[in-house]
Nanobody, 115 residues
Framework: QVQLVESGGGLVQAGGSLRLSCAASGSIFSINYMGWYRQAPGKQRDLVAF???????NYADSVKGRFTISRDNAKNTSYLQMNSLKPEDTGVYYC?????????WGQGTQVTVSS
């Protein structure tokens, strides 16, 4: 079982930046994926970005060039640096962890971008 604790959400004006963090603890296999999903009101939860334990990354087209995902394997922590934020980036951001043991989700952190 992996526990995830997120931090870093908040309210920001369009064009601003936020950095989300997700710390994982528990039974962590060395080969894993960490990522972020977001869910806007009334919409499904969609992938924003993920990073493998080897450092490979993948981004949703809507955030390419604006968001950067990274991780510190020694701390079992992933980060999502969000720049040039837009109102459509508003939503609850969920941290995600996947390994051969299964999938874990964080509790979610609200990101609100005002126009």
């Amino acid at each position: 079982q992996v526990q995830l604790v997120e931090s870093g959400g908040g309210l920001v004006q369009a064009g601003g930046s936020l950095r989300l963090s997700c710390a994982a603890s528990g039974s962590i296999f060395s080969i894993n994926y960490m990522g972020w999903y977001r869910q806007a009101p009334g919409k499904q939860r969609d992938l924003v970005a993920f990073i493998t334990s080897g450092g490979s990354t993948n981004y949703a087209d809507s955030v390419k060039g604006r968001f950067t995902i990274s991780r510190d394997n020694a701390k079992n922590t992933s980060y999502l640096q969000m720049n040039s934020l837009k109102p459509e980036d508003t939503g609850v951001y969920y941290c995600y962890f996947r390994s051969r043991a299964g999938v874990s989700w964080g509790q979610g952190t609200q990101v609100t971008v005002s126009s």
